[in-house]
């Protein structure tokens, strides 16, 4: 589990194709005195197993999955990430819960400066605009964040100066594509509200405005 604080920036040293998926190379400035084989670190909210690791770098392997899932098949290298290590039970919780298991990709298509923060605007895919609340949390690229105001599945955020200088977000631009992650808990309260129903296959679309009114959650 991670908490969306980005630690450090990183660099993507190396992207090799193996059998079909991917094999990563993390070139970071993070302190990885800790980091052990097999541990967890969020890469641009992508939840990656360290397979090898040196003194400023690692190595993941990536599944067709988080491919098909996130916009880590149109990484390149050099390109600039966000990197953050699995929380330990003494770590200052400073974010919100995060899985590192990414919903889906959204868009950039809104920036400008707001007095000393950055505003902008991410579509998120349709499918998720269940999943998202006025002033709720959201993970994108890594970076936990509070939704200010959302217009179906249009939401908008503000970055403060000291998240802006400790991120990648002067990489992004219109169009920009990012990872997202809604939060975890509106994924298992999905599953709550179903109930039996959780049972049953095909049921991913299963909640919508008419069935909450059936079921008695709106009035």
Known sequence: ?????????????????????????????????????????????????????????????????????????????GQVVNVEKAMLPTTRFGGHIVSGHVDAIGEITLLRQDARSLYFEVTAPVELAKYLAEKGSITVDGISLTI?????????????????????????????????????????????ILGNKAAEQNNSSNISMAFLAQNGFLK
């Open 148 to 192: 200010n105001h959302l217009r179906g599945n249009l939401l908008s955020l503000n970055l403060i100066p000291h998240t802006a200088e400790r991120t990648n977000i002067h990489t992004w631009k219109l169009g920009t594509k990012v990872n997202l992650e809604v939060d975890i808990l509106a994924r298992y309260l999905e599953r709550l």
């Open 1 to 77: 589990m991670f908490t969306g604080i980005i630690e450090s920036l990183a660099k993507v040293e190396n992207i090799q194709n193996i059998g079909g998926d991917v094999r990563l190379r993390i070139q970071t400035a993070m302190d990885m005195s800790d980091v052990h084989l097999g541990d967890s670190i969020a890469t641009n909210g992508v939840c990656l197993t360290v397979i090898d690791f040196g003194s400023d770098w690692y190595a993941a392997d990536v599944s067709r999955e988080s491919l098909n899932r996130t916009t880590l098949a149109d990484w390149k290298t």
